[in-house]
């Protein structure tokens, strides 16, 4: 949405900007989706390592600086959540990221049609 008082070059200006912008927002999501990625991992690994021990095997939840005693089907089931809470997080951001690409690719067509406008001039 570019307003059509700008003249053609500041209006360039402003679409590269909008790219580089998006692309940097595009890379963010990526880091972010890694990192959650992680998170879901380790929570699974973790949850499937406590699901081997014996229910009786005394577990702790660390909270802060210090750690509190909790029952297996506690940690088994904060561990499930946190898998279930990274992967909600992650189909949002991939949703973003698609956007953000889309939204990259159209900005760059607009871009590429100024600068077959200023040719055919």
């Given at each position: 949405?570019?307003?059509?008082?700008?003249?053609?070059?500041?209006?360039?200006?402003?679409?590269?900007?909008?790219?580089?912008?998006?692309?940097?927002?595009?890379?963010?999501?990526?880091?972010?989706?890694?990192?959650l990625t992680k998170t879901?991992?380790?929570?699974?690994l973790t949850d499937t390592?406590?699901?081997?021990?014996?229910?009786?095997?005394?577990?702790?939840?660390?909270?802060?600086?210090?750690?509190?005693?909790?029952?297996?089907?506690?940690?088994?089931?904060?561990?499930?959540?946190?898998?279930?809470?990274?992967?909600?997080?992650?189909?949002?951001?991939?949703?973003?990221?698609?956007?953000?690409?889309?939204?990259v690719k159209e900005a760059?067509?607009?871009?590429?049609?100024?600068?077959?406008?200023?040719?055919?001039?």
């Amino acid at each position: 949405p570019l307003t059509p008082a700008l003249s053609p070059g500041q209006a360039f200006t402003e679409l590269q900007a909008k790219v580089m912008d998006t692309q940097q927002k595009v890379k963010l999501a990526d880091l972010q989706i890694e990192q959650l990625t992680k998170t879901k991992k380790h929570a699974h690994l973790t949850d499937t390592e406590v699901m081997m021990l014996a229910d009786e095997t005394r577990m702790y939840e660390g909270v802060g600086r210090m750690f509190i005693l909790q029952p297996k089907g506690v940690i088994h089931n904060q561990l499930l959540e946190k898998q279930r809470i990274a992967e909600e997080k992650i189909k949002e951001l991939e949703q973003k990221k698609s956007y953000l690409e889309r939204s990259v690719k159209e900005a760059e067509d607009n871009i590429r049609e100024m600068l077959m406008a200023r040719r055919a001039q």
